[in-house]
C-alpha cells in the first residue's frame, strides 16, 4: 500500500493491500478491496493514479460515463492518449463508457496534447479527453479533460463530473440512441493549417536560408507534425529521437539531463543557431542557445519575451507570479507591459483565451503560449515562433541572453497539513496585510526591491515558498525565514 505524505489515519482503521491513501487525506472508516482513500477525482493533472489500481478499467468505464453525463445527448468527444500500452488500455476503456450515456467518440488515436486540443476547437465537439502515463512517475496515470474550446474543463464542471461519478447517476442512452465510435480525419492538415498561418509568411520563406536547428523529439508523436512542417521550408535541421518509442514515453530525471546535455553539446558543433527538446506530450520546450548553453526555462522565457517585444515595438506578455520582476524591466527597453496570472498553467491557458492581444504567455517550466495561434501550451509552435523572431530581429539566441537583466531566485517545499492550510493563509494575511497588495496568487509579501511569495500547493499538504532577492544568498535567507514562519503557524 502507499500512504500519501500528511495523511491521517484514524484509529481502528484497516487498509487492504495494494491501497493508495493520498497525500493530506483524513481516513476515518477502513479501505477495503474496491475503496479508495480519494478525497476529489480531480487534482491540478487531471484525474490521476495508480495503473490498475486505482485507475483501473473499470473506473475508467464509469469515469466516461460520468463526462458523458454532462453532455448533451448525441454531442462529440474526441479521445487521445500517448504511445504507451497502459494509456491504449485505459482509453478504451473510457471509449466503452461515453456512448453508454448517448455520446459520439471521435478517436485520434496516438498525437501531441495540443493537436489533441486544437481538433476538438476545430472540428465543434463538445470536449475532448487525453490519456497519458505521468511525466512524474511511470506508475501513474493522467486524465486530462477538455472543454468545447480545448482548454481545461472549469472546476465547476470538475465538480460535476465527481458528483455523477461518485453519485453513480449515469445517464443510459436507449438501443437508438448509444453513441457511435468514430476515428479522426485529416488531423495534420487541421493542425497545420491553423499553424503555419499564425506565422508571418515572409519569416517562414527566410527560414531555410537564415536557421540551422537540432531538435530532439523525444521518441514521441511530435515528430509526425514538427518534422514535414520544417522539411516544407527547407529547415536545415539535426532531428533526435524522431521513431516512436513507447519504452522512452517516461524518463527518470538521469535521462532527461543526459539528453539535454547530449543536445547542448551537439549543437554549437554543427554551428546550429538553436537547440531544442519537446517533452513527450508536445506541451513543453527546453532550449540550448548557439554556444550550447542550456537555458533554465526561466531564463528562456524572459529571451522569448525580449525578442517577442522588440520585433513588436513593445506589447503586453503575461506571466505568472512567480516570475521575477526583471519581466518588468526587460519590457520597459521596449515600451511594453507584463501582466501577471495565477501560477497554475489553467489559469494562463484562460488568460490567453480572454486576452487573445497578448503576445505570448509563459510559466517559466517550458510553457508557452501564443494566443495568435491557439490559447494552449505548444512547444512545436513555441519552437517555429522563436525561429521566427530570431529571423526577424536579425539576431542570435546568446545575444539576447546576454542582454537580460539579472535576477536571484530561490523555493521551497514546504510541508502543512490540509487542515492547517486555511488557518495558516488567516494569520498571514492578518500579519502581513500592509506589505501583501498583490493578492493574485497566494501571498505576496513586498519588501522593497525583494519579495516573497507564500503560496498553497492544490495538490498536496504543503506551501510553496518563493523568493526572489538582491542575491543569491539573500533569497535563500528568505526562503528559509518565510519557511520556518510558515511552520511555527501550524
Known sequence: MQIGAGAVIQPNVKIWPSKEVDEGATVSSSIIWGSQGRRVLFGRHGVTGLVNIEITPEFCAKLGAAFGATLPRSSTVTINRDAHYTPRMLKRAIVAGLPSAGVNVCDLQNVPIPVARYYTYATHAAGGIHVRLSPYDNRVIEIKFFDERGLDITPATERKIENTFFREDFRRAYLDEIGRISYGEDIERTYTDAFIKALRSDA?????????????????????????????????????????????????????????????????????????????????????????????????????????????????????????????????????????????????????????????????????????????????????????????????????????????????????????????????????????????????????????????????PFFQVIAEGATDEQARILVEKYSGLVTSLQ
Open 204 to 460: 517562414l520563406e527566410a527560414l531555410g536560408r537564415s536557421m540551422h536547428l537540432v531538435v530532439d523529439y523525444a521518441n514521441a508523436s511530435a515528430s509526425a507534425f514538427l518534422s514535414p512542417i520544417l522539411r516544407r521550408y527547407h529547415v536545415d535541421a539535426v532531428e533526435l529521437n524522431v521513431n516512436l518509442d513507447e519504452r522512452m514515453v517516461f524518463q527518470v530525471p538521469a535521462q532527461f539531463e543526459a539528453a539535454m546535455q547530449r543536445l547542448a553539446q551537439i549543437t554549437p558543433v554543427v554551428g546550429a543557431h538553436l537547440g531544442a527538446r519537446l517533452d513527450t506530450g508536445g506541451e513543453r520546450l527546453y532550449i540550448v542557445d548557439d554556444t550550447g548553453a542550456r537555458l533554465h526555462p526561466l531564463k528562456a522565457l524572459a529571451a522569448v519575451t525580449a525578442l517577442a517585444m522588440r520585433a513588436n515595438g513593445g506589447g503586453t506578455v503575461a506571466v505568472p507570479v512567480t516570475a521575477p520582476r526583471a519581466f518588468e524591466e526587460i519590457a520597459a527597453r521596449y515600451a511594453g507591459r507584463i501582466v501577471r496570472t495565477k501560477a497554475a498553467v489553467s489559469a494562463l491557458m484562460q488568460t490567453a483565451a480572454q486576452h487573445p492581444d497578448l503576445l505570448l504567455l509563459g510559466d517559466g517550466t517550458g510553457i508557452y503560449m501564443f494566443p495568435g495561434f491557439f490559447p494552449m501550451a505548444d512547444g512545436m509552435f513555441a519552437l517555429l515562433k522563436l525561429m521566427e523572431l530570431l529571423t526577424v530581429t536579425e539576431t542570435r539566441l546568446s545575444e539576447v541572453i546576454a542582454e537580460l537583466p539579472p535576477y536571484y531566485m530561490f523555493q521551497t517545499r514546504t510541508p502543512c497539513r490540509w487542515e492547517a492550510k486555511g488557518k495558516v493563509m488567516r494569520l498571514l494575511n492578518e500579519q502581513y496585510a500592509e506589505r501583501s497588495t498583490n493578492h493574485i496568487d497566494g501571498i505576496k509579501i513586498e519588501l522593497g526591491n525583494e519579495w516573497v511569495l507564500i503560496l498553497p500547493d492544490p495538490d498536496g
